[in-house]
């Protein structure tokens, strides 16, 4: 074990960690689970003490004064035992929300590249039910684990102080019983952790066969996708019988294991009393004190089950806690309201390589860009175009000294002030399920409609819109699934054109788009706001054509720049590009 592996927490100190913001509710619970067991444990020598003194002799008067006695602390106990249950549960509930709102906001503090090596589907299963699991040990197995301590801690002496003999042998299958539960903790522990796993996979089959329910309908694959499910499901049912099998051998047998007591103490003890070396009421005290350490001996199994299934969650919700964001404010120098950024940008000997790739995406790119510029990025694919267009809003890691906003390093500038300063539309023109006038002003909640329909205009969505039933409250359904692929796009534009930001990056962000209608939206940006820096990434060369400069990419190097003119004239790849297009252009024609 290396020194740092040392010093990492271990799983109990993770979970008092958990409970330390509601210590004081658990201390409340734990001591009334206490001053309960302090009364059960009390209530058989009453009993004891009742029984002894009615062979002597009987008074009716005495025998209602100790059941009333008897009834007085059985409800005491009962109101103490109910609000223990409530303050230990109630923690449970609370840790729960505190960790599935500290997951949450983790996971938006993560870069794009975690959410593609981590599929939705078993973060969303950490996120519910792994979370659920440790509610359940918090609440559950606390309190029984607490529960079983004090039966043990408090009846065990007053046991012995009435025979130490029979005591000793009543109890004395019990350490073979804690043996039975240490060999099947890790079996519990390791069959828990494939259900969690094989939970994991089949929400990741679900969630990824909604998203995409049109491509299976397109390509027929129903049936393919109905065996695949049946697979994963089949591999759940087999782990959750396999758990089952395990939990329903190991609970009767403790059960049973812990009866013996009971049988043993039966057995002896008749002798003892008939030797007169315990009285009557000892006797059944002793009988009244076994039959307690019965249950929380007997329901050990699901304690351990519980504690496991729990520990194996926390285990993987700490998986996702201690991911450190590649990509954060630590190295912010310039402060947020110091910022009144115009949109230059320069970039010098960029490079950057993605994590465990070969080859640099990006190779030694420099380029500048004058503030109100409208910028081409163009190239074949796997050019590099996107990865450099993500570099801009620090969507990749990228290195100190090589990208620059306005003469501000991109890696000192706070995130929050370096995006508010882009508007970006993605390749992947993503919308939520909520109506077009929502998606449209997401980056500014609440922008009145006046303002929605004017940068829906400038995206030329706005006459379709006016055609919808329900017009800009239309709900665009799940990832905008009701909208062709080119009204999400224009709407996607929309929505960044809504944003006052000196920077606007499109992705290839109207390759749905018609080439006319396209060209059209680039040209009235040119003309008409010439406030924002533009760069467009676009296979439509013609579209190209009409910006201030163009930077042609290359695997990963720049390898043409200048105006639409000056690269005609020049020999190299965007010319070869041009006259591609327009012989493809004549053949169409």
């Known amino acids: 074990m290396t020194p740092s592996d040392s010093k990492q927490p271990s799983s109990l100190q993770k979970l008092l960690s958990y409970l330390k913001p509601h210590w004081k509710k658990v201390t409340l619970g734990i001591g009334a689970l206490f001053i309960v067991n302090g009364i059960s444990a009390y209530l058989p020598l ?13 008074e009716f008067s005495e025998v209602q004064q100790d059941v009333l006695v008897l009834l007085a602390l059985s409800t005491l106990m009962w109101a103490i035992r109910m609000g223990s249950r409530v303050l230990l549960f109630g923690a449970g509930r609370q840790v729960e929300f505190d960790l599935k709102q500290r997951i949450f ?47 043990y801690v408090i009846t065990l002496p007053l046991m012995l102080g009435i025979d130490p003999v029979l005591s000793l042998l009543s109890i004395a299958v019990y ?17 828990q952790s494939a259900v969690q796993t094989s939970l994991s996979n089949l929400s990741d089959l679900i969630q990824e066969d909604m998203s995409g329910i049109s491509l299976i309908k397109i390509y027929a694959q129903e049936e393919n996708e109905h065996r695949a499910f049946g697979e994963f499901n089949h591999s759940l049912l087999q782990a959750n019988l396999k758990l089952a099998l395990t939990q329903n051998t190991l609970f009767p047998f403790l059960g049973g294991v812990a009866s013996i007591s ?29 039959e307690r350490l019965i249950f929380p001996t007997a329901i ?49 000997d960029l490079s950057l390589r993605y994590p465990g790739a070969d080859q640099e995406a990006l190779k030694q790119v420099s380029f500048q860009i004058k503030p109100g510029q409208m910028v081409a990025i163009v190239g074949p694919v796997g050019s590099g175009k996107t990865t450099l267009a993500n570099c801009i809003p620090r969507l990749l890691d990228v290195p100190p000294g090589q990208l620059w906003i306005d003469d501000y390093d991109v890696t000192q500038l706070p995130l929050e002030a370096l995006r508010t300063a882009i508007a970006y539309v993605p390749q992947d023109s993503f919308l939520f399920s909520a109506s077009i006038k929502n998606n449209i002003r997401y980056g500014d909640p609440v922008a009145d409609l006046a303002a929605v329909q004017g940068a829906a205009q400038q995206a030329k969505i706005h006459e379709e819109i006016l055609n919808f039933p329900k017009q800009y409250e239309t709900p665009v359904g799940e990832r905008g699934i009701t909208l062709s692929g080119g009204q999400r796009q224009r ?77 005609l004239q020049t020999p190299g790849l965007y010319r070869h590009l041009w006259s591609q297009q327009q012989l493809e252009a004549q053949l169409k024609g």
């Open 105 to 151: 906001d983790h996971l938006l503090q993560l870069e794009p590249a975690y959410f593609a090596v981590n599929t939705p589907g078993d973060l969303i299963n950490r996120a519910t039910s792994d979370v659920d699991n440790i509610r359940r040990l918090v609440g559950f197995a606390v309190l029984s684990i607490a529960n079983t301590a004090f039966a």
């Open 300 to 348: 050990l199994g699901f304690t351990i089950t519980a504690y496991q299934r729990g520990i194996v969650s926390l285990d993987r919700i700490e998986a996702i806690l201690s991911v450190q964001p590649a990509i954060s404010d630590k190295n912010a120098v310039v402060a947020a309201n110091s910022l009144d950024l115009q949109g230059a940008i320069r970039a010098q």
């Open 46 to 58: 009453l009993i004891s003490g009742a029984i002894d003194q009615f062979q002597t002799s009987f």
């Open 262 to 290: 009971l049988l043993v103490l039966l057995s002896l003890g008749s002798r003892a009393i008939a030797s007169g070396t315990i009285s009557v009421g000892d006797f059944v005290a002793l009988l009244l004190y076994v």
């Open 491 to 567: 709407s996607a534009l929309a929505r960044a054109l809504m944003t006052d930001a000196p920077i606007l990056i499109l992705d290839d962000a109207l390759a749905s788009v018609d080439n006319q209608t396209a060209t059209f939206i680039l040209e009235q940006l040119a003309h008409t706001d010439r406030r924002k820096t533009v760069i467009f990434i676009s296979h439509q060369l013609s579209a190209a054509a009409i910006a201030d400069q163009i930077l042609v990419m290359d695997h990963g190097k720049l390898v043409q720049s200048g105006t639409h003119r000056q690269l």
């Open 175 to 191: 350490p073979f019983i804690m043996l039975v539960v240490k060999v099947f903790s890790q079996r519990l522990r390791d069959e």
